[in-house]
């Protein structure tokens, strides 16, 4: 171990593994696997501190497990490396039985001396929740996916209860605890790689330097560059076809699509809707739309003196012309938003009163609330496109030809990496032009991460917005029985959404993949990536 760490470089909080500028040799990789490309270099390489991108998106699902998985079909959860669990009647203890014989990857920094077991998920589960973990503030102490969902106060505990089986203890029932445990933020570490570091004080590389029980294994990263996964031949599972897989994260040269037409990319994650007629036309290429569970959005800082009023909110969300966006971003792949919840999820509820266009009634809006001389506000805009948002500039560009029509001058401030829980008050924007991908079927996860009192106490509710009738909406549906009651909750609270505008809903996009002819095997899910085990070549 000491010997391999002295070779390593640090570079934006991950170890480096491999030299700096080297090019992926494509004719190699195709030979044994793939070139996945279409998203940006990661942060990190532990899912557990993100709550967006590509380590949660893409990476995850390769490098590790979680105790459950989410049906692609049903969205109900299923067992993954915890073979079944019960509860109890009140609702606050899960009992897990774990899967045996689970090895951990072998890796050039680690090599495990056993399988995987309760102690591993104990571990993994208390770093996040408990502020006394020897790990907790490794890689900063924050956990947004875990603070979003109100985790810390939920469990309070989780506790070994023999090799194989793992007690959690719920401070209160929680319906969707078992979907949020099958996220991929929820993976499993190892214990005894955490261990070993603590002991030669370098605790640091448990999220740069990963190990996990996936297919792949991490092998080699350039920062800016490239990502490679090595199959894990002590997958728990049917062995990986593919031997291993690259993620081109490189922003420099040619773009995606030219990777892909250029045989540079054998799969290109998103393409840009303008971008679709040209891959269709391609009788080489594979288009797959997936299902999404997604919603792009304009948060409005609530701090701001004059977004604190609704009424001027209101005046900004009828402002917005959605079917415009629509057909200059989206191209026939998306949808108008109608609530924050999108119209696959069972508590959806289509409210065409309050989300509109109408222009005379928003200027009358803002003349009510003081405002008929106009206000100039900012607005941050991310440059990487994402599902719920195929052209962040475009579409912030007709938001701000649509605020010029009712007085309003909006200036746009480019976020090259807009991350929620990195906004601290300082850029100086009014507005947000952001999205959210779920990462469960259940309505808790898009509302309570976006527009909790715990999520803007965390930071990650970028709204600045608290509202306890909410708050106690949310709480309420996590607790009864009955679907139906949780479905009448889930409308109350976007009732209260549709009154308050904390934030603005715009549209739903569809998740589309484009990939050459010779791969097969692709999953599709409306939450993230699959795993690539099953992925292979015909030759």
Same mark, same amino acid.
């Given at each position: 171990?000491?010997?391999? %760490? ?13 030299? @700096? ?15 996945? @490309?279409?998203?940006? #270099? ?84 208390? !770093? ?54 099958? *996220?991929?933020?929820?993976? %499993? ?16 590389? %448990? ?44 922003? &420099?040269?040619?773009?995606?699509? #030219? ?5 540079? @990319? ?13 891959? &269709?036309?391609?009788?080489?290429? *594979? ?19 004059? +977004?604190?009023?609704?009424?001027? /909110? ?7 012309? /959605? ?12 949808s108008q938003a109608y609530s924050v919840l999108p119209p696959s999820s069972w508590a959806y509820q289509k409210d065409t009163v309050q989300i509109r266009y109408d222009r005379k009634y928003a200027s009358a809006l803002l003349r009510e609330a003081g405002y008929s001389q106009g206000l100039e506000? *900012? ?6 496109? !994402? ?5 962040? /500039?475009?579409? #912030? ?19 090259? /990496?807009? +991350?929620?829980? =990195? ?20 309505? =808790? ?7 909790? @009192? ?14 306890? =009738? ?11 029985d009955k679907t139906r009651y949780r479905k009448n909750l889930y409308k109350q609270a976007q009732n209260i959404l549709n009154e308050e505008f904390p934030v603005i809903p715009l549209n739903h996009g569809m998740q589309t993949q484009a990939q050459r002819n010779s791969l097969k095997g692709f ?15 015909? !030759?």
């Amino acid at each position: 171990m000491k010997a391999f %760490i002295q070779f390593v470089v640090s570079s934006i909080g991950i170890g480096l593994l491999s030299g @700096c500028g080297q090019e992926i040799d494509h004719d190699s990789v195709r030979q044994k696997g793939f070139v996945y @490309c279409g998203q940006n #270099a990661p942060t990190t390489f532990n899912p557990q501190l993100v709550d967006s991108g590509i380590t949660s998106e893409a990476l995850s699902p390769q490098i590790y497990n979680t105790l459950l998985t989410l049906n692609n079909d049903s969205y109900e959860p299923e067992p993954s490396l915890a073979t079944d669990w019960s509860v109890n009647k009140a609702g606050t203890e899960y009992t897990f039985t774990l899967k045996r014989n689970v090895h951990f990857q072998t890796t050039p920094w680690f090599t495990p001396t056993r399988t995987m077991n309760a102690d591993d998920v104990v571990f993994s589960f208390l !770093r996040a929740i408990d502020i006394s973990h020897p790990y907790h503030f490794v890689g900063g102490g924050l956990y947004p996916w875990f603070s979003g969902i109100d985790i810390e106060s939920l469990v309070f505990d989780v506790k070994a209860a023999g090799p194989d089986k793992v007690k959690f203890f719920l401070s209160r029932p929680d319906n969707s605890f078992l979907s949020n445990i099958a *996220t991929s933020h929820a993976v %499993i570490l190892s214990k005894e790689y955490a261990d070993q570091l603590q002991l030669e004080d370098e605790k640091h590389l %448990i999220d740069s330097h990963p190990v996990g029980t996936g297919p792949f294994y991490l092998a080699e990263y350039n920062p800016n560059d490239f990502i490679r996964l090595k199959r894990n031949n002590q997958y728990w599972k049917k062995l990986p076809k593919m031997e291993q897989v690259v993620f081109d994260v490189s922003q &420099r040269g040619t773009g995606t699509l #030219a990777k892909l037409l250029r045989k540079q @990319c054998d799969v290109l994650n998103l393409p840009l809707s303008s971008q679709l007629a040209v891959l &269709r036309n391609n009788p080489d290429i *594979t288009l797959m739309p997936k299902p999404a569970m997604n919603i792009s959005f304009v948060a409005v800082n609530t701090a701001h003196p004059a +977004l604190n009023l609704p009424d001027v /909110r209101k005046a900004l969300n009828y402002a917005i012309n /959605r079917q415009n966006i629509l057909d200059s971003v989206y191209y026939g792949t998306g949808s108008q938003a109608y609530s924050v919840l999108p119209p696959s999820s069972w508590a959806y509820q289509k409210d065409t009163v309050q989300i509109r266009y109408d222009r005379k009634y928003a200027s009358a809006l803002l003349r009510e609330a003081g405002y008929s001389q106009g206000l100039e506000l *900012t607005m941050a805009v991310p440059s990487q496109p !994402r599902a719920y948002n195929p052209s962040p /500039r475009k579409t #912030a560009e007709l938001i701000q030809s649509n605020f010029a029509d009712i007085g309003i001058k909006l200036n746009l401030i480019n976020e090259d /990496r807009f +991350l929620r829980g =990195d906004q601290d008050g300082e850029s100086g924007a009014d507005l947000y032009l952001t999205g959210w991908i779920a990462s469960t079927g259940d309505p =808790d996860n898009f509302l309570r991460p976006l527009l909790s @009192c715990d999520s803007e106490r965390a930071g990650l509710n970028v709204s600045s917005w608290c509202n306890q =009738d909410f708050d106690f909406l949310l709480d309420l549906a996590l607790e009864v029985d009955k679907t139906r009651y949780r479905k009448n909750l889930y409308k109350q609270a976007q009732n209260i959404l549709n009154e308050e505008f904390p934030v603005i809903p715009l549209n739903h996009g569809m998740q589309t993949q484009a990939q050459r002819n010779s791969l097969k095997g692709f999953k599709v899910s409306p939450f993230n990536a699959q795993p690539f085990d099953t992925v292979e070549r015909e !030759r």
